[in-house]
């Protein structure tokens, strides 16, 4: 069973940065693909970061694009997700989340894909 732990959220004003950090236990990180999604008060959960198990593709949401950085270092069994410019609208419980592919390029992006989650970790963008 994969397990997953995000960590790194808090209060931020706009223009600032964060990196969020998802640790994962339990399987070789090296035959997952590892997604990030952010899920707004009354919104659907939206998936706006990934990285292929291979570490050679990423995939961002326009929304995100050149201000997010998806990353992953396998020896550390980490994936994290630099955030910076943040903006209110990014205001969100962000997740990590795994789906196993083998080791490909290839990157799910729909969450029915991604079986195992962690708990959260609020990102509150304000000044």
């Known amino acids: 069973q994969l397990q997953l732990v995000d960590s790194g959220g808090g209060l931020v004003q706009p223009g600032g940065s964060l990196r969020l950090s998802c640790a994962i236990s339990g399987r070789i990180l090296d035959y997952y693909a590892i997604g990030w999604f952010r899920q707004a008060p009354g919104e659907e959960r939206e998936g706006v970061a990934y990285i292929s198990s291979s570490d050679e593709r990423t995939y961002y949401h326009d929304s995100v694009k050149g201000r997010f950085t998806i990353s992953r270092d396998n020896a550390k069994n980490t994936v994290y997700l630099q955030m910076n410019s943040l903006k209110p609208e990014d205001t969100a419980v962000y997740y990590c989340?795994?789906?196993?592919?083998?080791?490909?390029?290839?990157?799910?992006?729909?969450?029915?894909?991604?079986?195992?989650w962690g708990q959260g970790t609020q990102v509150i963008v304000s000044s």
């Open positions: 989340a795994a789906a196993l592919t083998g080791y490909t390029d290839y990157i799910p992006r729909d969450r029915k894909d991604f079986g195992s």
